[in-house]
């Protein structure tokens, strides 16, 4: 499929990325969690009900029943539904879970509020989060609970595997970042090597047959991972239909690069980076074209983009960066050089 198809991963995936900047969440609704009765937090009900009360996200509003909509946009912003979250959440209370990893955080609500449930019913002794978005929330909640950890990386490069393969314990894991078949068996493929049949238990929620690539990921690899684990079955999906995105560690710049022929070297060296292909950035002409020469795909093209802001210290407006500007590195870097600076810190409109 060409990748500029309106119906490509890619074009879908554009779509979204000007909700890409990460949202500080109000960590004040964890109380909620912390101070109801364990009763009423192991009633899938009445757990189905305070959900809503702890803040549910907006990113995609048109994916949340009407009725949900005034719980959106404020507090946790947790990006899964209520009736499904809430028997997910009760199902884990009986398994003594000690370790947590969560692929996919997006703004943290559903991270925090799975650890926050999980310390009222055990010794919850690590909670790790991931992303290819940062997430500052993460890293002020860490602050109060010392054991949680966050990585900014994309799942789909070798330091994925390496972070998981480095964890001394892996009791639950989450994953909720890409949304293609061939990503979700890459990231599902380094747990299922990390899990330890003595200990481990690698929790599958079964999910319907979704046009995104997850659902076969997840029927085509329940096989495998039951001979092992064991699984949570539901009649439906856990979370909706919705790609993610984050990116390694860089390094700033000093100041905003000038001229065209700096900012050019500097788009190569990114995607050199991205590709994880020595020396591509003396290879690739001015003229390449970044989708269809360098060949990114969904997810790469989001990393690029982040990095390409925090490099640059532009703000991207991607409601005005249109497909054509990636025809070419050089039409890109002229674009980004009419774009306004944004300073290291600096808020973004």
């Known amino acids: 499929m060409n990748p500029l198809d309106p119906d490509s991963v890619l074009a879908r995936s554009w779509k979204k990325l000007k909700r890409l900047h990460p949202l500080a969440i109000d960590l004040r609704p964890l109380e909620l969690l912390r101070s109801a ?30 009725e949900l909509h005034a719980a ?11 009736i499904q979250f809430a028997p997910y959440l009760v199902a884990l209370a009986r398994l003594g879970v000690r370790s947590y990893l969560e692929v996919g955080v997006r703004h943290g609500g559903t991270f925090v509020a799975t650890v926050e449930y999980l310390l009222r019913f ?41 972070l998981v393969a480095a964890l001394p314990t892996l009791d639950l894991a989450l994953v909720d970042a890409n949304h293609t078949e061939h990503e979700c068996r890459r990231e599902c493929a380094h747990l299922v090597r990390r899990a330890d049949s003595r200990s481990a238990r690698y929790r599958q929620l079964r999910l319907p047959r979704r046009a995104d690539g997850v659902g076969r990921a ?23 239909h ?13 100041g905003r690069l000038e001229g065209s022929a700096a900012m050019i070297r500097t788009l190569k060296e990114i995607l ?38 925090s490099r640059l210290e532009v703000e ?24 306004p600076r944004v300073p290291p810190g ?3 409109s």
């Open 218 to 240: 997840a029927r085509a690899g329940r096989a495998r991972l039951l001979r092992v684990h064991s699984a949570i079955r539901r009649t439906r999906a856990l979370h909706g």
């Open 37 to 66: 009765p364990l009763e009423q937090l192991l009633d899938p009900e009445l757990l189905r009900d305070l959900i809503p009360r702890l803040g549910l996200n907006d990113d995609g509003l048109e994916e949340m029943p009407p």
């Open 346 to 348: 600096g808020a973004r």
């Open 122 to 162: 055990g010794a919850l002794e690590r909670a790790q989060g991931i992303d290819i978005m940062p997430c500052p929330t993460l890293e002020q909640y860490a602050v109060e609970r010392p054991f949680v950890r966050f990585a900014r990386m994309n799942t789909q490069a070798p330091a994925f595997a390496e």
């Open 72 to 82: 959106c946009g404020v507090g946790l912003r947790i990006w899964q539904y209520p």
């Open 272 to 309: 050199e980076k991205i590709k994880l292909s020595p020396g591509l950035a003396d290879r690739l002409a001015d003229s390449a074209d970044i989708v269809a020469e360098v060949g990114l795909d969904s997810l790469e093209m989001m990393e690029f983009l982040l990095e390409v802001e």
């Open 316 to 339: 991207i407006d991607f409601d005005q960066l249109d497909f054509s500007y990636l025809s070419s590195i050089e039409k890109l870097a002229q674009h980004l050089a009419s774009r």
């Open 242 to 254: 919705r790609p993610r995105g984050a990116t390694t560690g860089n390094q700033r710049c000093s």
